[in-house]
């Protein structure tokens, strides 16, 4: 008996609206993670990525060069992921 449920003086409807409320939790948590992900995914261009990391455009293209950071280019048209990005920061050791 250690693996059953017994619902006692639980209607059917009841039961509904708890598996309805957890569902909806379940559902609003995928979503943050979701829109989180999305957003960390988003292609910057050169100038946004400039800005989101506060540099100018030769340091930007001297790590490109470097291999410190990917790019991602169509046609003369170079973009970067916002995720990467983040990804390439490291913790700097007092």
């Given amino acids: 008996m250690k693996d059953s449920i017994i619902l006692q003086g639980t209607t059917s409807e009841k039961l509904v609206d708890l598996f309805d409320e957890r569902l909806e939790r379940k559902l609003q948590a995928f979503k943050k993670e ?11 261009t050169r100038n946004q990525a ?3 990391l ?3 455009s ?8 470097k291999n410190k950071v990917k790019a991602y ?6 973009y ?3 995720s990467e990005l983040i990804e390439c ?4 050791k007092k």
Avoid at 73 to 78: E, K, P, Q, T, V
């Fill in 54 to 56: 506060q540099i100018n």
């Fill in 58 to 65: 030769s340091t930007l293209w001297a790590w490109t060069n």
């Fill in 34 to 44: 979701f829109h989180t992900q999305q957003a960390n995914d988003e292609l910057l």
């Fill in 80 to 82: 970067y992921k916002r």
């Fill in 50 to 52: 400039c800005q989101f």
């Fill in 73 to 78: 280019g169509i046609a003369n048209r170079r």
């Fill in 89 to 92: 920061l490291t913790e700097l």
